[in-house]
C-alpha cells in the first residue's frame, strides 16, 4: 500500500505574490502534517520559469520548524546549478534540523541554453554534471570526506560537517533520467517519477528500475488533483488547473468546462484525480497496481486557479482515506543528537 505525501510545484495563481503563496504552503503543510500525511515535496525552478521556488531546502527549513513528523523532500534539487560540497552540506544540515525528515531528490534540472548559462552549463554536460555530484554526495554522507577527481569537480580530502547521521541509500531519491537506473542499480537509490512524462515512458522506466532493484527498491509518482465533498464540486474548481497545465504540458488550448468531453481524458493524460476522497483514493489503487505495488504517490492539490480555502479542504477531506491507502506509518524519525 503506497505511502502518502503532498507534493508542490510552486505555481501562483493570478494576483497571488510568491509571499502569499508560501504563507499558503506553510499553512497547508502544517495541517498536513496534523493529518497524517507521509511527506511533503517542493520543486526547484528560478528566474523566470514557472514556479515560485529557487531554493528547496531553504523552504523546506522554514517548514521542519513548523511541524513535527511530515518528511520533507526535494522535487528536485537541480544538480548541475550547484557547488556539490555545498550541496552536501545544506542537505546534511536541514536532516540534523529536522531530526532526519529529509527525502533529498536530486537530478539534471531543465532549462534551456540561456537559462543554463546563468549557471554556467550547457545542456550537453547537465547529465555528467548531474552523475558527478551525484557520486560526491554519496561520499559526503557515507564517507564524511570527499575524495573525486572528475572532468567538472575536483577534491582531494574534504571533510564535510555537519556529519551525516543516516546513509545515502536512505537520504538520496534519484529522478527519472539518464542516471536513475545505473544509480538504483549500483547504490539501492529510490526512484522519483515525474508527472509530466508520457504513461508509456513512466511505464518503461519503472520496469528497468525494478528489474535492477528487485524488492529492495522504491518509486514515488508525482500526480496532481483536487478533492472536493462532491465529484461535481472537485470538477468545477479544478477547471483552470487542468486547463492551464493542459496548455503547459500537452500544448492544447482547451476551454471546456466540468462537464466537457475532454475533461477526464486530459485529467488521464496529465495524471490528475479529481473527485471525492473516495473517488481519489480509488484512483490512487489503480496507479498502485499499475505501477506494481508503487510505494509512494505525492499528490498536488495547489495549482494555478485553485483557492488556498480549497487546498486546506481537499488536505482535510482526503486525510480520511490515508488510513486505508498507507499500510506503514511514515518513515521512522531519526534523534541525530542522541545518536552524535
Known amino acids: 500500500m503506497p505511502r502518502i505525501d503532498l507534493f508542490y510545484y510552486g505555481d501562483t495563481s493570478p494576483g497571488q505574490s510568491a509571499a502569499e503563496l508560501y504563507r499558503d504552503i506553510e499553512e497547508q503543510v502544517v495541517l498536513g502534517d496534523q493529518l497524517g500525511y507521509n511527506g511533503v515535496w517542493v520543486t526547484e525552478h528560478h528566474l523566470d520559469m514557472r514556479g515560485e521556488i529557487p531554493d528547496p531546502l531553504l523552504l523546506l527549513a522554514r517548514l521542519s520548524g513548523v511541524t513535527s513528523r511530515i518528511r520533507l523532500g526535494t522535487s528536485i534539487v537541480c544538480a548541475p546549478f550547484y557547488h556539490p560540497i555545498r550541496l552536501a552540506e545544506s542537505a546534511l544540515l536541514l536532516d540534523a534540523l529536522s531530526?532526519?525528515?529529509?527525502?533529498?531528490?536530486?537530478?539534471s534540472g531543465v532549462g534551456d541554453d540561456r537559462f543554463l548559462s546563468v549557471w554556467g552549463v550547457t545542456r550537453a554536460e547537465s547529465s555528467a554534471r548531474a552523475a558527478e555530484v551525484f557520486e560526491i554526495l554519496r561520499q559526503a554522507i557515507d564517507i564524511g570526506a570527499v575524495n573525486f577527481h572528475g572532468e567538472f569537480y575536483d577534491f582531494t580530502d574534504v571533510i564535510v560537517s555537519p556529519p551525516a547521521g543516516r546513509s545515502a541509500r536512505?537520504?538520496?531519491?534519484?529522478?527519472?533520467?539518464?542516471?536513475?537506473?545505473?544509480?538504483?542499480?549500483?547504490?539501492?537509490?529510490?526512484?522519483?517519477?515525474?508527472?509530466?512524462?508520457?504513461l508509456e515512458e513512466r511505464l518503461r522506466i519503472n520496469?528497468?528500475?525494478?528489474?535492477?532493484t528487485g524488492e529492495s527498491g522504491e518509486v514515488i509518482h508525482l500526480r496532481s488533483g483536487l478533492v472536493a465533498a462532491t465529484r461535481e464540486q472537485a470538477r468545477r474548481d479544478s477547471v483552470e488547473f487542468l486547463r492551464e497545465y493542459a496548455r503547459i504540458y500537452l500544448k492544447v488550448d482547451w476551454r471546456g468546462g466540468p462537464d466537457s468531453a475532454q475533461f477526464d481524458e486530459i485529467a488521464e493524460q496529465l495524471s490528475f484525480a479529481i473527485g471525492t476522497a473516495g473517488d481519489v483514493a480509488e484512483k490512487f489503487w489503480d496507479w498502485t497496481a499499475q505501477f506494481d505495488g508503487t510505494e509512494q504517490t505525492a499528490i498536488q492539490f495547489q495549482g494555478p486557479g485553485v483557492s488556498h480555502a480549497n487546498v486546506l479542504k481537499a488536505?482535510?477531506?482526503?486525510?480520511?482515506?490515508?488510513?486505508?491507502?498507507?499500510?506503514?506509518?511514515?518513515?521512522?524519525?531519526?534523534?541525530?543528537?542522541a545518536s552524535a
Open 315 to 337: 488536505i482535510e477531506l482526503f486525510a480520511d482515506e490515508l488510513p486505508g491507502l498507507q499500510a506503514v506509518s511514515s518513515a521512522p524519525t531519526v534523534d541525530l543528537a
Open 170 to 198: 536512505d537520504l538520496i531519491w534519484a529522478a527519472a533520467g539518464r542516471n536513475a537506473i545505473p544509480l538504483a542499480e549500483k547504490h539501492g537509490y529510490r526512484l522519483m517519477i515525474p508527472r509530466p512524462l508520457p
Open 207 to 212: 520496469r528497468d528500475y525494478r528489474a535492477v
Open 99 to 107: 531530526g532526519g525528515r529529509l527525502d533529498l531528490g536530486v537530478g
